[in-house]
């Protein structure tokens, strides 16, 4: 079968094997937001002399401005809540191949907050398939960073922080960007800032620090950026709580050593999962749904 | 005398008589970051028909990038202390005025961490001169927020939060600004978000509520921008204490209501003063000073 993870900013395509392991993929720029009304078109060329039959895909591809809107599922949900949620798409364009989107999840939180995911769910559920029963704490590194709390199979709350999306509009387009030289990672300005997170006080406050710490060449301008990338990973982690069992991070690999630093200093074990998961989810998801050859 | 307040994007110039009373003042937006090798010729212009011969300054304008750099003085500090800084600038097209800078003042917090104001000092210079002795908290709302400690005329210690900054980067370069929609001020949108910032989290998740409650229609589209801004400013009052007494909040009209609501919410008895008290501060470190005809 074939595994897509198409996001809203890129499209990663997996070839899997009947046991579902990887024999081949593929990745493009053309994310969902990119491609409203040629998915279909944008589908066929990515798969071309790929044969395989079923396709199963996740991401903003079922969400309102992708190419069908498939309902968030709430939590909790394992993989036979979420593969009995699927839904197949109409795609003429691609002969008998058979097109489908995993629903996305959500979860009420106390006070009436709703939280959302789409994409992440799959990426956990391959987790899931691989750790087995039990109760895990992952951390799903990104531009909207996944808290998921998991107990026995099933997906049981959720939270999401901003970080990453933070830390690109205050180094882009507040003042802090404006002090800040590029330069490569700086390991100690990072952990400076994590630690810096773990003091008292609000992010509003601590992210005045990026400032001052140039102004007073605390920091030399290059290290500012990294300083502020620990500052908001720090606070993000501030949720965690401390145990003995691992933290399964799952990251690209330009986050994962950042994350691995930043949880290792708050003390926390850290399992590594590559980003991966998503085909293996895909795959278990498939099987549960009974889809042929999967 | 003339007083001025020249920021980073806006002048507002008063012209004071013998006891320090506003009987004229003028704004422009030829702030400081504009005015750069034009200092003196925008000064001149602005003061065209009032005489008066001391010119007292305070804000971006004596910042690096102002019209002459005064140096930091660290706190604690009184009047006494500020006008020992003030520092004369050279004006030769400014015919027999002098002209004075006021320094912004600085502060080391525990761990190393500085902090910087410039302009507010002087604010707080007019409300201790209005206050007298005694303890006061002082909450200085804009773009860069100050909360301030003042003891017996001093000020003690301050920290700034960059609610303004941040309402501004959220709304205008990330996803939540996407599902934001154009709308009056709603009051109870504002106060919904002052309550969920006194929930347990951190920023970074809290401010994921914006998208959900726009996807869920917790709240209308119209509304989000007013829940933002309640959870921002709600975060930045999490620092403080609760206390008989009352919070002494200097605001622009566009802020004082909001922040009035948000401080009455969290059970702190308000005092409000205008954006004016930076005159009334201005003349009181001129007399401290010994500057002629003030």
Redesign the interface.
Known sequence: MIAIDWGSSSLRAFRLDGQGQIIDSRRSDQGALACAGRFEEVLRDTLQSWDERVVAMAGMVGSRQGWQEVNYLDCPAGLDEIAARMIRVHAPGLGDREVWIVPGL?VRH???????MRGEETQICGLIDRLGPGTHRACLAGT?CKHVLIENGRIQEF?????G??FQ??S????LGRLMQPGPHDAAAFLKGVD?AA?D?????H???V???G??N?LPATALRSFLSGL?IG??L??LPARPEPVHLIAAPSLAEPYTAALTRRGHRVQAHGEDVSARGLYALARRRGLPAA
């Open positions: 959500s106390d006070h009436g907050v709703h939280d959302v909207h939270a999401t922080a901003m970080t999306e933070m509009v205050l882009e387009h507040s003042i810096h003091l006080g609000d992010l509003l406050e992210v005045f620090a400032r001052t710490h102004l007073f605390v908001l606070h993000e501030r949720r």
